[in-house]
Structure formats: structure tokens, C-alpha cells
């Protein structure tokens, strides 16, 4: 009798964790020895190398204490919270506005071309430069810090679903004239879904400039959250303080990009298979 | 009677002609010149001819796609002036939405009319089945074939119950052994459905084994050549009987040597 052997399966690891063992695959391992080589680092340059450390570079312990302290006193919740919520409000108006805006420009070629070198002339001034003439309008006050973010997250949205529409192909729009589409349906089973990934794009890419542009507007014209934390404890010398803020300006963005911004993009990308084109 | 025949003339071209401009050289390049033809209730008309001699652009312009100036297009007596759901098309490149699923995508000219969600299912599901997509209902077009494709674009133009089909090259994109298949399949839904079909090729066996009659045009500017009528009953075509049938092979090759002519011209 001859039989075929059938080519042994592949040994399934018991995964016992898969968690973990999910976690570990994403790179998580490496990120958590590039973060613990380097806590030593710091620990080491604070301790051992800096002198004065509580004025240069204070140890990670420090750091902890000072946040410990402010924790207690309930104003690093409160910091979080304002400046969080100044971005979402911020990039949702920039979103709001400049969705629609892209989507015109993509569609009609002499509207864009029209506003195409007053775009490009925008751009190239970042929100920070635009502050001064927002702050002689509106001062020191939370108008200000939002139109900031909104200016800031309206170009790159703007310009990816700019792209995004016009790369939808032509021939999807005709198969829908031929059905007897109207204009408002071809926009809203064609050109919406399929600028969506440009969307997601530009979303991301929009809020993570939004992100560095709150920071920067507290700094210079908030009276709360983690910029104006820093800024203001930099000018009483509260360095461990400051380190705490730009440590958690960092992880905070990416837990925000990691869990909610990339998931999103991903998602709309993969499940149509528009990956493959 | 003559009232009862011009009825039944479901498509009518009357001198059409077409230049398209040529933003470069100045020059215009002629596209179409000079084409009539009829089609009749329930026939499927074969339209063949060499490359570029205009197949597409009498498509677009028929579809109320592409404007023309010149000549006229009636379907079902109605002058054509812009799109409308009365001609269905199906195009040579994959025109189904990618971010719709199959049903979705069948349904979508229902959708556009306003049926409601009922009625358009059970709808959707006879033309699912028409089709041989049975099970693959909620899949989504990157998940198909190019073969599954085009029959969901088969499926999404039928549904949307047109008077007129139009289809240019709709199997030119897929594999020879599949495209066998939704030959006969295509034959086996004209019989079923009865529709007036005009049937764009490049391939002439295509051309001879779908079509009651097969246009032939020119080189460009495309003009009408010749009309072949091919005498297979419906009903007898499938591929295994007729490469042997000499109602079929006879067509055939009347439609190749007409073919042939232009294409020679082009080269000498
Ligand atoms: N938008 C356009 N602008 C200018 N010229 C065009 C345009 N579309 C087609 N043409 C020209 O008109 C002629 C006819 O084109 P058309 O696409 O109708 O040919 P076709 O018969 O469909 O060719 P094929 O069999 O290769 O699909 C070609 O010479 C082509 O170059
Ligand atoms: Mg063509």
C-alpha cells in the first residue's frame, strides 16, 4: 500500500498568554527594553555623572515624587484633562471645517486652483508663528489656544482628502451615473467612502501637529494644562516638573495614536482591500 | 404595422459622428463617423472592430457618458441626453465599489430608484443567483475573482432592470478557461432575462457565438462595415457544439475575414 504522508502540521505553540504573547509579538519586548536601557541611562546621568542634578536632569525617582505630589494635589488630573480636551475640540472643529473643504477642492479643479497658492502661503506659517496676531486679538484666553489647533489640524486634513478624492477613480462615478445617480448620491456612496482612508490619514497625521500645537499654545497663551505646566514651572526652576510634563506629552500621544488613531486608519484601509491598489 | 416596428426598435443610431478634440496638436481626431444602426427588442447585438476605431467612444457616447453633436441616439424612443438608468452598462475594468459587498453592490441601482429594503433583497437575491454568487452575498469585491467581479457588475447592471445593455469588453480582463464560462453564462441570463443587449468585442469567436447580429466597423473613424447575422438558435449555444456547428463557424469566419480587411489596411 502506498500512502502519501501528509507533511507533519506545523506545531502549534501552546499559548497560554496570548496577550502577551500578542503584545510581545507587536514589538512590545523591544519597547520595553529600549525604555527600561533607558531609565538606566537617565538614572545613571543623574546620579553618577550630572552635577546638581535637581537643577539639570533629575532621577527618574524624583520625577515620580514630584508627580506623586501633584497627584495628590489633584492638579496633574486637572492639567491632562484640559489639555486633551482642548485638542479634541480643537481637531474636531479642524475636522469639521476642513473635511468638506478638501472635499470641494478635490472635486472642483478651478476652486482648488484658486485656493491653492493661499493654501501653500498658510502652510508654510505654522500655527506657533500665527500666535502672536491670535493672542492680540483674543489675549491669553482658551479662544486662542483652540483656534490654534484648528488652524493647525485644517492643512494636512485639507490636502489629504484633496488627494484622496481626486484619486478616486472616474469610472466608479459613471458606473453610478448610468444607474441614475443623483449628485448628492454619487457624494455619498462614492466620493465620501471611497476619500475615507484620506480621511483617516489625514485625521492622524492632523491631530498628531494638533498635539504639538496645544503644548506650544499653553505655553504661550493658556492658563492651565501640561504646556503652561511646564512652561511655568521651567521659570521657577521645577525641573523634575517639567521632565514630567514632556514624559507624559509623549506617552500620552502615543497611547492616542496607538489605540485610537492608527486602528482607525488601519481599519478603513484593510477591510476594503484598498491596500492591494 | 410600421408604427408596431419602429416599437420594437429599442435602440436607433442615426448619423452619429464624433471628434474629439486634441488639446496638443490642435488637430481633432475623428473618431466615429457617420454610424447608424438599430438594435431590436430582446436581440443581442455584437459590436466588433478593429483597436481604437471608436467601440469605446459609441459606448460612453450611447451610455450619455461622452455628449455628441452630431447625429442621433434614441433608446426606446427617447433621445439620449445624459446618463439615466433606461441603459445599463457594464464596463471593461472593474467599476463595482470596493467598499460595498456584493449584495450591496447588486442592489445599488435599486437603492438609487428608492425600492424599498424588502423588495430590493429579494430582488438582489434572485440576481445573486442568476449570477452563481449564492453564499458570497457579504463579501466584498477584494475578497472575489476577476471573474466573480464582473459578475457582480453583470448582476448590479440587470438588476437595476434597464431597457438597453450596454457591455464593452466586459470579459477582455479575465482568464481564457473563465471566460468561456460567462460566454455561456451571459448566453444562458440573455435567454432568461430577454434583454436588448449591445455587446462590445475585440474577439471575434465572442462576437459570433453571442450575438444574433454582429456589427463590424471599420478602422478609424469608425463607420458601419458590414452586418453579419448568425443563425444558432439561442438555446444551442455552448461552446462544445459550436465550434462544430457551420451556422456558427460559417459566422465566424465571415466576421474575421470583414475583421481581418481593416486590420490588414491599418498595417499595409
Ligand atoms: N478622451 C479622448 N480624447 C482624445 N482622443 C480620444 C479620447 N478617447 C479616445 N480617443 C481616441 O479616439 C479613438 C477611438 O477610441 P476608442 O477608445 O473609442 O477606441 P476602441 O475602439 O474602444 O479601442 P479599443 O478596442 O482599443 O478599446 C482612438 O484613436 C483614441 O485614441
Ligand atoms: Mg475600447
Known amino acids: 500500500m502506498t500512502t502519501v504522508s501528509a507533511p507533519a502540521a506545523p506545531a502549534r505553540r501552546d499559548r497560554k498568554h496570548p496577550r502577551l504573547h500578542r503584545f510581545l509579538h507587536q514589538g512590545g519586548l523591544e519597547l520595553a527594553c529600549v525604555l527600561l536601557g533607558g531609565l538606566a541611562l537617565w538614572s545613571f546621568l543623574s546620579h553618577v ?84 496676531i491670535v493672542m492680540i486679538w483674543w489675549g491669553t484666553s482658551e479662544q486662542t489656544v483652540i483656534f490654534v489647533i484648528l488652524y493647525t489640524v485644517l492643512f494636512p486634513i485639507s490636502f489629504n482628502v484633496l488627494v484622496g478624492v481626486r484619486s478616486i477613480p472616474r469610472i466608479y462615478i459613471n458606473a453610478l451615473r448610468t444607474l441614475g445617480a443623483s449628485r448628492l448620491q454619487i457624494a455619498r456612496d462614492v466620493i465620501l467612502p471611497g476619500a475615507l482612508p484620506s480621511i483617516a490619514t489625514g485625521a492622524r497625521l492632523g491631530i498628531g501637529f494638533g498635539w504639538r500645537a496645544v503644548i506650544a499654545g499653553e505655553m504661550l497663551a493658556g492658563q492651565r494644562g501640561l504646556g503652561w505646566m511646564i512652561f511655568t514651572a521651567q521659570q521657577v526652576d521645577l525641573t523634575a516638573q517639567v521632565i514630567l510634563g514632556m514624559t507624559l506629552i509623549g506617552i500620552m500621544w502615543i497611547v492616542l495614536d496607538r489605540y485610537l488613531l492608527r486602528p482607525l486608519e488601519a481599519d478603513t484601509i484593510q477591510r476594503w482591500g484598498l491596500v492591494q491598489r | 404595422m410600421e408604427g408596431n416596428a419602429v416599437m420594437r426598435e429599442k435602440l436607433i443610431v442615426e448619423g452619429l459622428s464624433h471628434h474629439y478634440p486634441d488639446e496638443y496638436t490642435g488637430m481633432d481626431i475623428h473618431a466615429l463617423d457617420n454610424v447608424n444602426l438599430k438594435v431590436t427588442e430582446g436581440e443581442f447585438a455584437a459590436v466588433v472592430g478593429p483597436s481604437g476605431c471608436g467601440k469605446t467612444t459609441l459606448l460612453n457616447i450611447l451610455a450619455g457618458l461622452l455628449p455628441h453633436k452630431v447625429g442621433s441616439v434614441r ?135 453571442l450575438g444574433d447580429r454582429c456589427f463590424i466597423f471599420t478602422r478609424r473613424p469608425g463607420k458601419l462595415k458590414a452586418t453579419v447575422k448568425i443563425n444558432l438558435p439561442r438555446e444551442s449555444r455552448v461552446w462544445k457544439n459550436a465550434v462544430a456547428d457551420p451556422a456558427f463557424t460559417g459566422a465566424r469566419d465571415e466576421i474575421l475575414s470583414l475583421v481581418r480587411e481593416e486590420v490588414r489596411d491599418d498595417d499595409g
Open chain 1, 49 to 132: 555623572v550630572i552635577p546638581r542634578p535637581d537643577r539639570y536632569l533629575p532621577s527618574p525617582g524624583s520625577v515620580v515624587f514630584s508627580s506623586a505630589d501633584m497627584l495628590w494635589k489633584g492638579l496633574l488630573p486637572d492639567f491632562v484633562t484640559n489639555t486633551v480636551w482642548r485638542l479634541l475640540i480643537g481637531s474636531g472643529l479642524g475636522l469639521g471645517v476642513g473635511i468638506p473643504f478638501g472635499i470641494l477642492l478635490g472635486l472642483n479643479r478651478t476652486v482648488s486652483d484658486m485656493f491653492y497658492p493661499i493654501l501653500n502661503f498658510f502652510q508654510s506659517i505654522s500655527g506657533i508663528a500665527l500666535l502672536p
Open chain 2, 75 to 209: 433608446v426606446d424612443g427617447h433621445e439620449v441626453k445624459g446618463p439615466g438608468p433606461d441603459r445599463g452598462v457594464v464596463f471593461q475594468e472593474h467599476a463595482i465599489l470596493p467598499w460595498r459587498t456584493v449584495e450591496r453592490n447588486i442592489g445599488h441601482g435599486l437603492e438609487i430608484q428608492g425600492l424599498p429594503a424588502p423588495e430590493r433583497k429579494r430582488r438582489v437575491q434572485e440576481f445573486v443567483d442568476l449570477v452563481g454568487l449564492t453564499g458570497f452575498e457579504n463579501r466584498y469585491p477584494h475578497e472575489l475573482s476577476g471573474g466573480m467581479k464582473q459578475r457582480v457588475a453583470l448582476a448590479r447592471t440587470l438588476c437595476a432592470n434597464p431597457v438597453v445593455m450596454l457591455m464593452d469588453e466586459p470579459f477582455a480582463a479575465v482568464d481564457a478557461q473563465t471566460r468561456i464560462t460567462l460566454q455561456e453564462e451571459l448566453n444562458r441570463i440573455a435567454i432568461a432575462t430577454r434583454k436588448t443587449i449591445l455587446f462590445i468585442t475585440h474577439n471575434v469567436d465572442e462576437a459570433a457565438f
